[in-house]
């Protein structure tokens, strides 16, 4: 069993000051693929880095398996860790990186040659063992540097953005890859990434972090449908989710939300949820996902600005007041023009999507 915890983690780096992780606390269940997502700078690696014990914990405790492990050494914590820069031994065969950690350790060859060809199985690398590095490809080198670390059959499995070096046709190839392989070796992994696709496919459970802490932690469909913050709403979702100056009223049995002059009714469920909040009447930031938006009539008054046309979607970018939104647009029939650039349109949003946040904090009066 290897359940991962974090209490109260703080990190300050001594010599520059920087508070890179502040008052981290999370359970990460036996068997769960947990993915640390967040802008560069935001103290991922460096999470990543103390659990792993390469980094000194400034204050809190951490325990892998249920055992403290502040004090304990790296090589001693039963965890296997991926870098971005996954550095191979140019001079070794495939076979011999692989193998690499488990001589180190002096298992006997028979066992060693054993579980180098199950991780070379596991990763369709089997007939690549005999080769050096350099005459690899990128995906190919990444795979080696996986098995290098599957090998060791830890309890816990570390990655550090393990797929950003590779171009974008070969990180989604990877992507589906790493799915797979997580099925047959079931175990518990953490993966850093600043990518929030990555991290939508990949976890079961979401960490989204900003300036050192954590600013949700849900499902890919809790923290797309109810983020608790315009961060979390802003950071999830491609293109991103819309924001917009609102006017929030709540009367005695419903609640309404005024945007670029329209009044949109709001649904049984969010005024349930406003008084769950204690939201009051008054100046609120509207939120709607592009894909949430339709170009109907009745809706709020806004000026087109220039279309993209993405094959089955149209996004199409435009003013409400001064504001710049995007409005992604089903496309099925053949002849739909998109609006000229200046003509007037109207965008209706869906009302159950409706997003309503403190436009001073930031959090949302619906969720969390
Ligand atoms: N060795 C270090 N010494 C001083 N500051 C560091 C060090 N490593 C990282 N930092 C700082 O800590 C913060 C978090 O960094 P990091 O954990 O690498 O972020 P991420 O992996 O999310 O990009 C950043 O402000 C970074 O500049
Ligand atoms: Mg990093």
Known sequence: MAEVTLKHVWKV??????????????????????????????????????VAGLEEISGGEIFIGGKKVN?????????????QNYALYPHMSVFDNIGFP?????????????????????????????????????????????????????????MDEPLSNLDAKLRNQMRTELIKLRERINTTFIYVTHDQTEAMTLGDRIVIMHDGVIMQVGSPSEVFNKPE???????????????LDGELKIGAESASVTVGGKEIALNADHFE????????????????????????????????????????????HAKIGEADVVAVVQID?????????????????????????????????LYG
């Open 102 to 158: 488990l001589r180190m350790r002096h298992f006997p060859r028979a066992e060693i040659k054993r579980r180098v060809e199950e991780a070379a199985d596991i990763l369709e690398i089997r007939d690549l063992l005999k080769r050096k590095p350099k005459a690899l490809s990128g995906g190919q080198r990444q795979r080696v540097a996986i098995g290098r670390a599957i090998v060791r059959e830890p309890q816990v499995f570390l």
């Open 333 to 365: 029939e053949d002849d739909a023009e998109p609006p000229k650039p200046g003509t007037p349109i109207s965008l209706v949003p869906e009302q159950k999507r409706i997003h309503i946040f403190d436009p001073d904090t930031g959090k949302s009066l």
């Open 71 to 83: 004090n304990v050494q790296p090589k001693d914590r039963d965890i296997s860790m991926v870098f």
């Open 273 to 316: 949820r406003l008084k769950a909040h204690g939201a009051r009447s008054g100046r609120v930031t509207f939120g709607i996902r592009p894909e949430h938006f339709e170009m109907k009539e009745g809706g709020i008054a806004a000026k087109a600005d220039v279309s993209e046309l993405t094959g089955s979607t149209l996004n199409v």
């Open 13 to 50: 780096y001594k010599d520059s000051g920087v508070e890179a992780v502040k008052d981290f606390n999370l359970e990460i269940k036996d068997k769960e693929f947990v993915v640390f997502v967040g802008p560069s700078g935001c103290g991922k690696s460096t999470t990543l880095r103390m």
């Open 229 to 243: 913050n315009t961060f979390v709403a802003g950071f999830i979702g491609m293109p991103q989710m819309n924001f």
